[in-house]
């Protein structure tokens, strides 16, 4: 599936606060609630619905009601900051938390959560990340979630990278991916740029200093990992 990008012109907007390094992190959580808003609403708009009738207070008609059950799957703890913005579009859907981190050298994500019941009780999933940098959790997040039994899943993401858009299709070529922009590379560190730095971190004050900041002290072993992701999306895009 190709990438779907938003052309909204209120996304583009409210991604320029986001990145800059100004922005507060209460502002940058409202800005992540909102923008995932906005990203939701689209990336709902191809969901079925089936007739239902009611009445108004004039007279019955035949109306709409949303068919599939949905459910948001936020990958930990970044992804915690685009729930509820979800489910106020959407406030019967289900919400079940998978938790990965990356490990920082070798870039590959490492399970430590995931209490998903026996069998699927959705058949649409959301996963929602705000970043799609390596696309390394998002495709594992996936794997685990056709192995439950989801029917149907897509990707929510505010900034994705073409090395994790390039994974994630090449992983599952089926999976929908709505972001709000999609920037140029991945540093050596694994960071999207330009980006807006480590959304976890920007979200909830816990920026640890310099060694933090994307782009600095990156290891032999984490460079040579993103250079294999960027040889294999040039690989790709040749004719």
């Given amino acids: 599936m190709p990438v779907n990008v938003s052309q909204h012109p209120l996304v583009a907007h409210k991604l320029a ?3 800059d390094k100004r922005t507060e992190p209460k502002k940058f959580r409202e ?3 909102e923008l995932t808003w906005l990203l ?3 990336a709902m708009a191809d969901l079925a619905t089936a007739p239902e009738e009611i009445e108004t207070p004039l007279e019955p008609m035949t109306a ?5 059950r949905v459910g948001l799957i936020p990958i930990l703890r970044a992804g915690l900051g685009m729930v509820d913005a979800m ?3 959407l406030p019967t859907a289900e919400v079940w938390h998978i938790g990965l981190y ?3 050298r070798t870039l590959k994500p490492v399970e430590y959560y995931n209490k998903l019941p026996d069998a699927a009780t959705v058949q649409v999933c959301l996963v929602l990340d705000p970043m799609l940098a390596t696309g390394g959790s998002a495709a594992a997040t996936i794997d685990i979630l056709k192995q439950w039994g989801a029917a149907r899943v897509k990707q929510v993401s505010l900034i994705a990278a073409p090395e994790g858009v390039a994974t994630l299709t090449s992983a599952h070529p089926d999976v929908d991916i709505h972001v709000a922009a999609l920037d140029s590379h991945l540093n050596e560190r694994g960071y999207i740029v330009p980006g807006l730095g480590d959304a976890g971190d920007r979200q909830f004050g816990t920026f640890a200093g310099p060694a933090s900041v994307p782009g600095r002290g990156s290891d032999d072993e984490t460079a040579e990992v993103v250079r294999r992701l960027q040889r294999n999306l040039d690989e790709a895009a040749r004719p």
């Avoid at 709409?64 to 599939?68: C, I, N, Q, S, V």
């Fill in 17 to 19: 606060i986001l990145r």
């Fill in 31 to 33: 800005l992540v609630r």
């Fill in 40 to 42: 939701g609403y689209e």
């Fill in 64 to 68: 709409a009601r949303l068919e599939p």
């Fill in 87 to 89: 489910l106020e579009l």
């Fill in 102 to 104: 990356r490990d920082e």
